[in-house]
Nanobody, 120 residues
């Protein structure tokens, strides 16, 4: 069974930084796209940052220049470094992966979500 486990959320003041981690586990054959989405109260879930297996990245316009998605290698967690945080970044952040399991079945997976609150 595939799982994505997030960590690193919390409360931070405006202008501060946080780093989120997403650790994949289970019967994974290959991960094609990994990343982060977020959902603020009363709003739809939106893409924040995506990273493909060949190293391409895609960021929401609202976080470009402030957030960075990265991964050390194929067996490690991936990260979202969030700098210059703003109150409007407050949301539940969800880890995401599009992957193929050891049975070669491709599907999308989500983490349980971690709260990020930016407030003074």
């Amino acid at each position: 069974q595939v799982r994505l486990v997030e960590s690193g959320g919390g409360l931070v003041q405006p202008g501060g930084s946080l780093r989120l981690s997403c650790a994949p586990s289970g019967s994974i054959f290959s991960i094609y796209t990994m990343g982060w989405y977020r959902q603020a109260p009363g709003k739809q879930r939106e893409m924040v940052a995506l990273l493909t297996s060949d190293g391409n990245t895609n960021y929401a316009d609202s976080v470009k220049g402030r957030f960075t998605i990265s991964r050390d290698n194929a067996k490690n967690p991936w990260y979202l470094q969030m700098n210059s945080l703003k109150p409007e970044d407050t949301a539940v952040y969800y880890c995401y992966a599009s992957l193929r399991d050891v049975n070669r079945i491709r599907a999308n997976y989500w983490g349980q979500g971690t709260q990020v609150t930016v407030s003074s």
